[in-house]
C-alpha cells in the first residue's frame, strides 16, 4: 500500500504510487510491449514475485496498466500500458536522460541526424513551439462566473 | 543506504538513490532555492528528522545539492543544488505534467500566451528542433578505432 504525502502537489501524488521501489522500472519494460508477469520477473531481477504482483495490482487500479487474457484455453494473461501510462514516457525519458549523463558513461541519447546530445523541453502543441521555463505555469482548471459559479476554463480540443 | 537494483540501465541506476521516499519532494523544493534544513522540515510536513538528514546526504554524495555555511557567527548552513541537480528539472516538470493531468484536476501546466495545456517534448539544442521518439536513440559515448583502441564519440562543444 503506497504511503501518502498528505500534498496537494502533482508531483508529489504522483510519487505516491510512483515513487515506491520497481514501479516506473514496470512502467519502462512496457513501453516496448505488452508482457507476461514472467517475462517481468526475468527483466525485473531480484523482484520478489509478491512484490511484482503487489506493484502491477497498484499501476491497474490507478489505470496505468491493464491485466488481459491473450489466451482462453489455457488461460494466459499480459500487462499493457493504457494511454494514461504511456503518458509517463516523457517521466522516464528524463530520468534517462539524466542518467545517462551523470551515472551510465558509456552511452548516450543523441538526435539520430546530428548525433548531438538531446534533451528535454516544454512544447506547446497548440502553437508548435518550444518554450522557455518562465513561458508556462499553473492556471486553475475551473474558473469562477460572475454568478459564483465554477465553470470549467475553456481548452481547445486540439490541444487535450 | 539506497538499495541497488543491478541494472546497468540509466533508468534504474537514477532510480537507486532517486526513487528513495522524499528525495524527489526534496529536489522539487530547492528549484526555488536554497533552503535550510528547518525550511525543509517545514515544507516537507511528515519527514522525520533523521530520515532528511540521510536524504540530504545521499543528494550531497552524488552531487546534487551542497551544504553551504551563509554564516559565520552562529554557523548556519543551507542547501542548493548544484548544476547536475538542477538538471533534474525535466523530471520533476514530467512529474508534475503527468500529475496535474491525472491526479489534481484543480490545475493545469499552460503556456502563458495561448493558456493551453503543454507537453514535455525531446529537444535538440543542435538543431533547435523538437523531435519525435523515433528520431532519438542511444549511441555509445565511446567508439572503437582502427587499432581497436576506445575512444571518445566526437560530440561538438555547443551540445555539452
Given at each position: 500500500?503506497?504511503?501518502?504525502?498528505?500534498?496537494g502537489?502533482?508531483?508529489?501524488?504522483?510519487?505516491e504510487?510512483?515513487?515506491?521501489?520497481?514501479?516506473?522500472?514496470?512502467?519502462?519494460?512496457?513501453?516496448?510491449?505488452?508482457?507476461?508477469?514472467?517475462?517481468?520477473?526475468?527483466?525485473?531481477?531480484?523482484?520478489?514475485?509478491?512484490?511484482?504482483?503487489?506493484?502491477?495490482?497498484?499501476?491497474?487500479?490507478?489505470?496505468?496498466?491493464?491485466?488481459?487474457?491473450?489466451?482462453?484455453?489455457?488461460?494466459?494473461?499480459?500487462?499493457?500500458?493504457?494511454?494514461?501510462?504511456?503518458?509517463?514516457?516523457?517521466?522516464?525519458?528524463?530520468?534517462?536522460?539524466?542518467?545517462?549523463?551523470?551515472?551510465?558513461?558509456?552511452?548516450?541519447?543523441?538526435?539520430?541526424?546530428?548525433?548531438?546530445?538531446?534533451?528535454?523541453?516544454?512544447?506547446?502543441?497548440?502553437?508548435?513551439?518550444?518554450?522557455?521555463?518562465?513561458?508556462?505555469?499553473?492556471?486553475?482548471t475551473?474558473?469562477?462566473?460572475?454568478?459564483?459559479?465554477?465553470?470549467?476554463?475553456?481548452?481547445?480540443?486540439?490541444?487535450?
Amino acid at each position: 500500500m503506497p504511503k501518502q504525502y498528505g500534498q496537494g502537489c502533482p508531483v508529489a501524488k504522483s510519487l505516491e504510487f510512483l515513487g515506491e521501489r520497481w514501479t516506473l522500472l514496470i512502467v519502462r519494460d512496457l513501453f516496448t510491449g505488452p508482457k507476461k508477469f514472467q517475462d517481468l520477473l526475468g527483466s525485473l531481477k531480484g523482484v520478489a514475485p509478491g512484490v511484482l504482483s503487489s506493484r502491477l495490482k497498484v499501476l491497474e487500479d490507478h489505470g496505468i496498466a491493464v491485466r488481459r487474457l491473450y489466451s482462453d484455453h489455457p488461460p494466459r494473461a499480459e500487462y499493457a500500458l493504457t494511454p494514461k501510462g504511456v503518458e509517463l514516457r516523457p517521466v522516464v525519458r528524463a530520468l534517462a536522460i539524466w542518467g545517462t549523463r551523470y551515472l551510465s558513461h558509456d552511452r548516450v541519447l543523441v538526435h539520430n541526424r546530428c548525433e548531438q546530445p538531446i534533451e528535454m523541453a516544454y512544447y506547446c502543441p497548440s502553437c508548435d513551439e518550444r518554450l522557455a521555463a518562465d513561458e508556462a505555469s499553473f492556471r486553475p482548471t475551473h474558473t469562477r462566473a460572475k454568478n459564483g459559479r465554477r465553470r470549467p476554463r475553456r481548452v481547445s480540443q486540439a490541444a487535450r
